[in-house]
């Protein structure tokens, strides 16, 4: 497997309060694809550093130019107290009966560890629609499978049931590289009500790694593949992107160093590479990704060679 990196699409400068900075976690929705117009998802982040979630619509068949940038947020944080008061981050989309769920991480910053994360759900009637959180409470929280903080789903309908691959933190520590932040899995029939497994699906395995972030998982005739970021590997610190098989959905195994793609020799992409998302659009395979400072960058497209 080899990627092809294309070019560096998409990097926010000021362009609102809201959008000062970042555009992370990009997810991908075709508008037209006789066209080939998509439109990216993606968190940014005020000059404090509040995260919101914006989108920017990319014509792949014009050197991968951006048409229009949203002017104002998908989903802004939420007031004073609540779960994503602090900052709205992109997980995934789902569609269901002519609607269209927005899966998202709420901010919460804590005392005694750095943040506490969990899972929002907003909605809309397309995708040009409005969407709207459908509840001041996370769709997923902490619970007795999961008592520290989770992060980033992935969410597939297959089998008559919807599917989501998550992150949790195992433990807190004196600082971020003992989280012990793994993958794991639930199931619900109406995108609502979950149940959790209580299982780790795919582990850390290499030397001083610490966290495995935002998985991405497609179907595909063999079976399942997943994408993610993987931080700290020996000696390197910073994110990589990895790549997992299973057969079952459930039972993971790891093939990091056939991922076919990596960081670049200088550049924007030169330290750090994380949050991909793969997408096919007219027989042809895409990946959208981050480089340096987790976003800050902006983000980039590569395609399956």
């Known amino acids: 497997m080899n990627w092809q990196k294309i070019k560096q699409v998409f990097v926010p400068d000021k362009n609102f309060d809201w959008m000062f900075s970042h555009a992370a976690n990009p997810v991908p929705y075709v508008l037209d694809a006789q066209r080939e117009i998509v439109r990216v998802f993606f968190t940014s982040r005020t000059e404090s550093n509040i995260s919101h979630i914006g989108y920017v619509d990319i014509d792949f068949l014009n050197d991968y130019k ?79 499978e999961d008592p520290f903080s989770i992060s980033y789903p992935s969410v597939l309908f297959d089998g008559g049931k919807y599917k989501m691959w998550y992150g949790s933190n195992l433990s807190w520590g004196k600082d971020q590289s003992e989280m012990q932040h793994v993958i794991k899995y639930a199931e619900s029939v ?55 098989q299973s057969a079952d959905g459930k039972n993971w195994k790891r093939f990091d160093e056939n991922a076919g793609i990596t960081v670049s020799a200088s550049g924007w992409d030169s330290e750090m590479i994380c949050y991909p998302s793969v997408f096919k659009l007219n027989n042809k395979q895409y990946m959208l990704y981050n480089g340096n400072g987790y976003g800050k960058t902006g983000f980039g497209v590569a395609t399956l060679i």
Request: glycine share 8%; charged share 25%.
């Open 66 to 144: 951006v048409l229009h940038i949203s002017d104002k947020p998908v989903l802004a944080p939420g007031t004073l107290g609540l779960f994503d008061d602090s900052g709205t981050a992109m997980g995934c989309l789902v569609e269901k009966d002519h609607e269209l769920y927005l899966f998202y991480l709420g901010w919460n910053l804590k005392v005694t560890v750095p943040w506490l994360n969990t899972i929002g759900l907003a909605k809309a009637d397309s995708v040009e629609g409005e969407f709207k959180k459908t509840s001041l409470a996370p769709v997923m929280d902490r619970s007795h």
């Open 190 to 244: 109406d995108l609502v009500n979950w149940k959790r497994t209580n299982e780790i699906h795919v582990s850390l395995i290499h030397k001083n790694e610490y966290a495995l972030s935002k998985p991405w998982v497609v179907k595909t005739d063999e079976g399942y593949t997943m994408w993610y970021s993987y931080r700290a590997n020996g000696d390197i610190k910073t994110y990589r992107i990895g790549f997992a």
